[in-house]
């Protein structure tokens, strides 16, 4: 390829770990040319954080660079001294992170976090410098800029401060951008617009941006490019159209088909309601003044209803902040409701009292969203998917007990062995199969999903969803799913509910929120998601 | 030979008994297996690690007490025998006496002669104001000018007893630990050493007081080597004492939240806004005015030392809870937000059952740290608190006693500077292992240093 055109050419690069001589990236040929999205694409651990990093020679002390070249022109930055490779960057190559709330300092106004960059590298002070960061905020869309600048990081939402940080990057116009993982902490529809700023940056400043993600679709959206990367390798390099239209890779493959198909939907069954929520009410007090009095409540769940028959799956949809996990705790009795009711089979179930709840313990259960903090380090998989039965008296006998881990290990499609491991043993996916086998150990008759999926790759999200469909299909379970990610839900979910400040504004079956969505907020939702079939 | 069993003595074997059951446990749960396993795997966790044990080893030794029975008075011969008021140990018959060679007053260390003029009589019968020599140390010189000669060619058997030991010591070792691939060689190097040191000290100090006498004219290595089980227990026992209050208070506070939590802050914010030596020097002399009122609860010194000594722990446990129970409680309010407790609770495990299985062993690493963090601090309270009057009884040796009694010595020309030096010897020498060994614990168990690579 022709390197002239290049911004930024990194070539042959290898990162090695030095303790172990382990290469964690291996011979790696990336080029960045202005104006144009290269989006690097992986699974966690794949290597393409370390990439970026390698290249603005940031990495942590255990790693360093093998061998390779990062050409900017015709200087290699590997090169380089340590101080001279300081002036490039932040001039001429800037990053942004994945979590904006923190990476910015939270004790310094927008103003001065911007104005250290401006500082370093140029003359600018007093009003220029003012004006200069006002025309920035300007440009990454801060509404009333000469305002906001004075304000402290938490008082921007975190799609601000997603830009915030991009205006800090661009302060003194670099020609190359990393972003790592810049959408991954922001709710869908801030995904979007944060997205589209960054394409209209790269092209209205001729930027060279090296996009990471693990997100198929947010490389459709907005990549002009994309590598796949693979085990510290780059296994495929294509236009987007080309990579969308015919990956060469089984792997890339794999990605593209792990993004759920948005043509099927699941129809609505008819059946009796097993669950029935009645204008559900959850309020928390906020306390405040010399006794600690009420002052005023968060109004969680503010008047949710809706019904739930056997074996078939709910989606409730929403951003975060938007009640519905805190309605899945309020149907497990986690969360105290202020108002209305829950109907389990027949029989009102909020406000029981401790022991006439074990009996519905056992039929409702849960699935939460990180793997990793749902398990106690300190216990082996076999006791921990134990214990539930343990608790509620299911399987009183050590030996069946045993036996029946054995069976539900299997059923999961985890080895038998994992029994005697413990969880710091099993990676995120095989420990959201044991969540699942913890919680059918109880022959629950409802689960609720809290997002059991959005911490993990997007090839191991399609496993777990197909294991989750085929055991409701042979255990007849109902299913509550809270997810923010309207994408999985098409082939998922029998009806849809869409949840925002704790109301339900719409429900109805999956074909009709997705196909014909009458709420102006599903819409923006719905339009909000990244597709990668179209 | 009657056996005497003060209630300090049975709380040392106590601790260590629980100590030793506590880490067997501990040895099932094969992840704290590792962590243990990485704090010996580096030589100086092994090597910090046999020093203070042979700390322990020295206090447990101290603590066998008893008081020896005396030859029936002349002219009676009932068959009743009668006890030593004097109550002794087996540290004292190990040392071959050294506590009981008593100078005048004052020695330098290895010196043949007191410190301090005196007024004696020559053989021409003239008074003259002259060092005298010392009763015991160099006793057996003819000619003083030999001194040196004399403690080298006496230093050759005792090193050589001294290595003998230490084979003893090690040979039974080597044999079990083969092809472990611990480095045990750094512990036996140091107990090498400290084999052939503690010969050598004992032997030696029969002719000569290694690091002098102090006031009242007892050796200053005795005194010092008494301190090590004042030193060991103060920090072990008061720790102990303080660390169920502390997780009781911390994890209940974390978990139930709400009043509980309320009542526990207000207790432990009141506890530490009140000065800690105030506190301490009131509880400690309320004690005194007890044990004075009651003589009859405490028959010979030493128990009425120990029993103010036991107090003296007590209260350093009581006082110093709250640092431990706030990082507890801040802790077990993250751990109940975690998925698992949510879980449990979603299989109606009970409270008591979720704070044992869930919770506690989630916040072992806090404990671990804490507990060998705070040992040396503990250690170094004692010596402050006795520095003001307020520690342990002076007729119990201990460091800060020494130190203590040595303050306003230093102001002298020329300076004595040996008690000082012997306490303080010992005192930084638990001190530092303590310390190096609590590191090292600390990178093994607090889960954020282990994220350091890991992220990386």
């Known amino acids: ?534 | 030979m009657k056996p005497v069993i003060l209630w300090s003595d049975a709380l040392i074997f106590l601790l260590v008994a629980a100590l030793v059951l506590f880490f067997w446990r501990l040895r099932r749960d094969p992840q704290t297996r590792d962590r243990w396993r990485q704090v010996f795997a580096s030589r100086l966790g092994m090597a910090a690690f046999t020093v203070i044990l042979a700390y322990v080893g020295v206090a447990l030794l101290d603590s066998l007490h008893f008081r020896r029975a005396l030859p029936p008075p002349d002219g009676v011969s009932t068959g009743e025998v009668f006890y030593d008021n004097q109550v002794s140990s087996v540290l004292d018959t190990l040392t071959a006496g050294m506590g009981e060679r008593f100078e005048r007053t004052y020695s330098a260390p290895f010196a043949l002669r007191s410190f301090e003029k005196q007024t004696l009589k020559d053989e021409a019968g003239n008074t003259v104001r002259d060092f005298p020599p010392l009763r015991h140390a160099g006793a057996q010189l003819a000619d003083p000018t030999e001194k040196w000669a004399d403690v080298v060619r006496r230093s050759a058997p005792a090193l050589g007893g001294g290595l003998a030991l230490a084979v003893l010591l090690i040979l039974p070792q080597w044999w079990l630990l083969r092809g472990s691939s611990l480095p045990w060689a750094s512990s036996w190097l140091v107990q090498g050493i400290l084999a052939c040191t503690a010969v050598w000290l004992v032997s030696i100090s029969r002719h000569y007081h290694v690091l002098g006498t102090d006031l009242g004219g007892a050796d200053v290595l005795y005194q010092s080597l008494k301190g090590v089980r004042t030193g060991v227990l103060i920090g072990a026992l008061s720790t102990l004492i303080m660390l169920p209050i502390a997780v009781t208070l911390g994890v209940c506070a974390g978990y139930f939240k709400g009043w509980v939590d309320d009542a526990v802050q207000y207790l432990y914010t009141t506890l530490s806004s009140i000065p800690g030596i105030l506190l301490i020097a009131a509880a400690v002399l309320l004690f005194q005015v007890y044990i004075d009122l009651n003589p009859d609860a405490f028959p010979t010194g030493l128990e009425k030392a120990d029993a103010k000594f036991i107090a003296l722990c007590f209260i350093l446990g009581v006082t110093s809870w709250s640092t431990l129970c706030r990082l507890i409680r801040a802790e077990t309010l993250k751990i109940s937000q975690l998925g698992y407790v949510q879980a449990a609770h979603a299989f109606g495990v009970s409270h008591g059952r979720i704070l044992l299985r869930h919770i506690l062993p989630n916040t072992v690493h806090i404990i671990l740290i804490t507990f060998v963090l705070d040992f040396s601090a503990l250690v170094l309270a004692e010596a402050v608190l006795s520095y003001i009057g307020v520690g342990v009884d002076p007729s119990m040796g201990s460091w800060g006693n020494m130190i203590n009694g040595a303050r306003s010595e230093l102001s002298r020309e020329p300076a004595i500077w040996w008690t000082l030096s012997g306490a303080f010897l010992f005192m930084f020498l638990l001190v530092l292992s303590a310390n190096l060994f609590a590191d090292l614990v600390r990178d093994a168990f607090d889960p954020r240093t282990r994220l350091g690579p890991e992220a990386a």
Do not use: W
């Not at chain 1, 959206?221 to 390798?233: E, F, I, K, L, T």
């Not at chain 1, 491991?421 to 919680?439: D, F, K, M």
């Not at chain 1, 709420?519 to 939702?525: G, K, S």
């Open chain 1, 1 to 534: 390829m022709n390197t002239e055109a290049d911004t930024l050419t990194l070539e042959g690069l290898s990162v090695i770990l030095t303790e172990t001589a382990e290469a964690l990236v291996k011979d790696v040929a990336i080029h960045l040319r202005a104006g144009e999205i290269f989006a690097l694409v992986g699974e966690s651990g794949s290597g393409k954080s370390i990439t970026s990093l390698a290249g603005m020679r940031l990495l942590p002390e255990a790693l360093h660079i093998g061998s390779g070249r990062a050409l900017m022109g015709a200087t290699d930055l590997f090169a380089l001294p340590e101080a001279r490779m300081q002036t490039i960057r932040g001039r001429r190559m800037a990053m942004i992170f994945q979590n904006p709330m923190s990476a910015l300092n939270p004790v310094k106004t927008v103003f001065r976090q911007v104005a250290e960059t401006l500082r370093l590298h140029t003359k600018l002070r007093g009003a220029a410098l003012r004006d200069r960061v006002t025309s920035l905020l300007e440009e990454v869309g801060i509404p009333d800029p000469r305002q906001r600048m004075d304000f402290y990081p938490h008082q921007l939402s975190g799609g601000q401060q997603q830009r915030i940080m991009i205006a800090m990057a661009l302060a003194c116009e670099p020609e190359v951008l990393i972003a790592d993982e810049p959408t991954t902490a922001l709710d869908v529809t801030i995904q979007k617009q944060v997205l589209e700023l960054i394409q209209k940056l790269a092209r209205s400043r001729r930027l060279a941006v090296l996009l990471i993600t693990h997100d198929m679709g947010v490389v459709r959206q907005s990549a002009d490019r994309v590598g796949v990367m693979y085990r510290g390798r780059i296994i495929e390099e294509a236009s987007v159209a080309a990579f969308f239209a015919a990956p060469k890779e089984a792997y890339s493959r794999r990605l593209i088909d792990a993004l759920p198909r948005q043509d099927t939907y699941r129809a609505p069954i008819q059946a009796p309601p097993l669950l029935s929520v009645t204008e559900l009410r959850v309020h928390f007090p906020v306390r405040g003044g010399l006794l600690r009095r009420v002052q005023d409540v968060t109004r969680a769940v503010n008047g949710v209803s809706l019904t739930l028959a056997r074996g078939e799956t709910f989606a409730l949809v929403g951003e975060s902040g938007s009640g519905k996990s805190t309605l899945g705790r309020a149907i497990l009795g986690l969360e105290h409701a202020s108002s209305g009711e829950i109907h389990f089979d027949g029989t009102r179930i909020d406000g029981l009292a401790h022991k006439a709840r074990q009996a519905y313990r056992r039929r409702i259960q849960v699935i939460f969203q990180n793997p990793y903090s749902s398990m106690n380090p300190r216990m082996a998989i076999g006791a921990i998917i134990a214990e539930g039965m343990l608790s509620l008296g299911v399987e009183t006998s050590e030996h069946r007990r045993e036996a029946r881990v054995a069976s539900l290990l299997e059923r999961v499609r985890l080895p038998a062995d994992c029994a005697r491991r413990y969880p710091h043993e099993l990676s995120g996916g095989q420990l959201q199969r044991v969540a699942i086998a913890r919680a059918l150990a109880v022959e629950p008759e409802l689960i609720i999903c809290d997002e059991p999926t959005s911490a993990l790759d997007v090839s191991i999200r399609a496993d777990v969803l197909d294991l989750l469909a085929e055991l409701q299909r042979e255990d007849d379970v109902a299913m509550l799913f809270i997810t923010h990610d309207l994408s999985i839900v098409p082939g998922l979910a029998h009806r849809v509910g869409v949840m925002r400040n704790g109301e339900l504004v719409e429900t109805g079956s999956t074909e009709q929120i997705l196909g014909a969505p009458e709420h102006p907020y599903t819409q923006a939702l719905l339009a909000a998601v990244p597709r990668a079939g179209d």
